[in-house]
């Protein structure tokens, strides 16, 4: 069974560039997947960031207005996001997940998550 | 970008009875919603794709039906382990793919 975990910094300085790994074990991370960011503010729902695909198709979404940059190392079987000029509304917990293809015209779905990471923007 | 809109914000249900919690797209998604549950401290966990399909591992009493706009997530009979929040989600319309903004099951 896939199992996705989260690191990197927990605080990170206004203005500065929120980075964070998802390591994937159980399994290659190739194949029907896209391999998702989604972020919770605190109390609030659920953010889709955006995702990548194994050719390095991307997808974002607009509202982050350009800042998220996604990337996938096959070699070391994870993915990372990279958000820039960060201010306090971007606190939140930032899960990574992977989203399972129907090629055959099913909705894609997400069918696994990390348990989240917490990163605060504050100096 | 397709708004979900989810209600009640908040369900008060004992244990037994049935929930009821709907989900309206802004816009037509056809099949491509899927419900979600997430306990406190916990990620999401996959319920229902495709509007009506049960993921595996997900007990009979949690179905799903519905499409286009109009969405509902039933609960036959609430167990103790079912009070959480549920949130739906599209990916019809890209960009972006969207949730709704959750229905909180309480006791």
């Known amino acids: 069974q896939v199992q996705l975990q989260e690191s990197g910094p927990g605080l990170v300085k206004p203005s500065g560039t929120l980075s964070l790994t998802c390591a994937v074990s159980g399994g290659p991370i190739s194949g029907s997947f896209w391999w998702s960011w989604v972020r919770q503010s605190p109390g609030k729902g659920l953010e889709w960031i955006g995702e990548?695909?194994?050719?390095?198709?991307?997808k974002y979404n607009p509202s982050l207005k350009g800042r998220a940059t996604i990337s996938l190392d096959k070699t070391e079987n994870q993915f990372s996001l990279k958000m820039s000029s960060v201010t306090a509304a971007d606190t939140a917990l930032y899960y990574c997940a992977r989203v399972f293809i129907q090629w055959g015209g099913g909705s894609d779905y997400f069918d696994s998550w990390g348990q989240g990471t917490l990163v605060t923007v504050s100096s | 970008d397709i708004l979900l809109t989810q209600s009640p914000a908040t369900l008060s249900l004992s244990p037994g009875e049935r929930a009821a919690l709907s989900c309206r797209a802004s816009?037509?998604?056809?099949?491509?919603l899927s419900w979600y549950q997430q306990k406190p401290g916990q990620a999401p966990r996959l319920l229902i794709y495709?509007?009506?399909k049960r993921a595996t591992g997900i007990p009979a009493r949690f179905s799903g039906s519905g499409s286009g706009t109009d969405f509902t997530l039933t609960i036959s009979s609430l167990e103790p382990e079912d009070f959480a929040v549920y949130y739906c989600h599209q990916r019809s319309n890209w960009p972006p793919w969207t949730f709704g903004q959750g229905t909180k099951v309480e006791i």
């Open positions: 495709d509007a009506s």
């Open positions: 990548i695909y194994e050719s390095g198709n991307t």
């Open positions: 816009q037509s998604v056809s099949h491509f």
